[in-house]
Structures are given as C-alpha cells and as structure tokens.
C-alpha cells in the first residue's frame, strides 16, 4: 500500500475505535466518525439507493430537495439530516426510512 493508503487505514481504524468509545447514541461526532469508517459508508451507500428515486444518483434533487447546495430545508448538520431521513417529512412526501 502507499502511504496515502495507510494513512486512510490507521485515519478508519481510529474512527473506529473512537466510534466504539461514544456507544450507540446518535450526535454530530458519532454521524462524522461514521464517515470516516469504510464499511459504514458501504452501508451508508446502500441505503442511499433508496434516495436517487427523488433526489437523483448525485443529490442534485428532482422530485426531492437539492442535497448538493447550502441551501437544507430541514437542516444540514448530521443529526439533522439523520433525523430528516429516519422520521421523513410526510408533509412534504417524504417517507420515514427507520
């Protein structure tokens, strides 16, 4: 591997490690860890495909908000969105993803 790819390694490793430490609670910091860690972005993919029926493969919104600008109607801080996608916004068509 190149050094960029063990850097990445030891950078998800870490995530991960600091991610076990928080527990299950769901905050901005765990939602960022969450980034950082390979398999919960593979995860984080899958359940996106959900998504581009509205908000399209690159998030630029069709039927769905843009999620490609500064612009969030319900707010773009992590829990934010993660409270957006697990409880929906049925006034507004959009389905709870729990």
Do not use: F, Y
């Not at 991960?16 to 984080?44: F, I, Y």
């Not at 843009?66 to 934010?80: C, S």
Request: proline share 5%; with cysteine.
């Amino acid at each position: 591997p190149t050094q960029e790819q063990n850097w990445r390694q030891e950078m998800a490793a870490q995530a991960a490690v600091e991610l076990a430490k928080l527990g299950d609670e769901v905050t901005d910091e765990s939602l960022l860890l969450m980034s950082q860690v390979p398999e919960r972005v593979a995860s984080g993919r899958e359940i996106w495909a959900k998504c581009i029926q509205c908000h399209l493969e690159n998030g630029s919104g069709s039927i769905g908000p843009n999620l490609t600008d500064d612009l969030w109607v319900h707010g773009g801080r992590p829990t934010q969105i993660w409270s957006t996608v697990m409880n929906g916004v049925p006034a507004k068509g959009m389905q709870a993803w729990k």
